[in-house]
T-cell receptor, first 113, second 109 residues
Framework: NAGVTQTPKFRILKIGQSMTLQCTQDMNHNYMYWYRQDPGMGLKLIYY???????DKGEVPNGYNVSRSTTEDFPLRLELAAPSQTSVYFC????????????FGEGSWLTVV | GQSLEQPSEVTAVEGAIVQINCTYQ??????LSWYQQHDGGAPTFLSY????GLEETGRFSSFLSRSDSYGYLLLQELQMKDSASYFCAVMNRDDKIIFGKGTRLHILP
């Protein structure tokens, strides 16, 4: 009963370092999303994908990259980490974007120092 | 552009009823969803409206007026465990799902 799995759960990065947040889902969902949530704020859409091989920018894509080589996996790459990228990152998936429930992973807490 | 407005905080008493409003501005609107998030946790789905009217799920109800670009979440018989943040989110025809900034619900005993 895994659902959406994100790794790592916690990470501290130094300014300028790069890393990849992993996300995998076992529900055969076509749609996957990456959001970031700053303290006390809402969720901002970074990137999303409507199926394998298809990705598109969300509200705040700068400083991030994604790929979708399989239906299950949707990794988020941070290049040249900056303090402004300190946030909680949520991966999510849904069967479609029109009303179906979005299932979220447990979140990844990232601090850039 | 797209925007959603909801109150930042609402306070209510245990056992009472509270309404959290959401107004939105977006192109290609498809539907409005509501999510609950407890501190330190992930958002969880509460309800969805694509058509005008009220949808009821137990103690939670959600309303949508497409002509007014407005919706609300109604929580009845409030319990202390309902203390959380509540987010409205618009589903658009471009497949983007955009969230509001959230409403922090405080419940007093």
């Amino acid at each position: 009963n895994a659902g959406v799995t994100q790794t790592p759960k916690f990470r501290i990065l130094k300014i300028g370092q790069s890393m990849t947040l992993q996300c995998t889902q076992d529900m055969n969902h076509n749609y996957m999303y990456w959001y970031r949530q700053d303290p006390g704020m809402g969720l901002k859409l970074i990137y999303y994908s409507v199926g394998a091989g298809i990705t598109d920018k969300g509200e705040v894509p700068n400083g991030y990259n994604v790929s979708r080589s399989t239906t299950e996996d949707f990794p988020l790459r941070l290049e040249l980490a900056a303090p402004s990228q300190t946030s909680v990152y949520f991966c999510a998936s849904s069967y479609s974007s029109s009303g179906n429930t979005i299932y979220f992973g447990e979140g990844s807490w990232l601090t850039v120092v | 552009g797209q925007s959603l407005e909801q109150p930042s905080e609402v306070t209510a008493v245990e056992g009472a009823i509270v309404q959290i409003n959401c107004t939105y501005q977006t192109s290609g609107f498809y539907g409005l969803s509501w999510y609950q998030q407890h501190d330190g946790g992930a958002p969880t789905f509460l309800s969805y409206n694509a058509l005008d009217g009220l949808e009821e799920t137990g103690r939670f109800s959600s309303f949508l007026s497409r002509s007014d670009s407005y919706g609300y979440l109604l929580l009845q018989e409030l319990q202390m465990k309902d203390s959380a943040s509540y987010f409205c989110a618009v589903m658009n025809r471009d497949d983007k799902i955009i969230f509001g900034k959230g409403t922090r619900l405080h419940i007093l005993p």
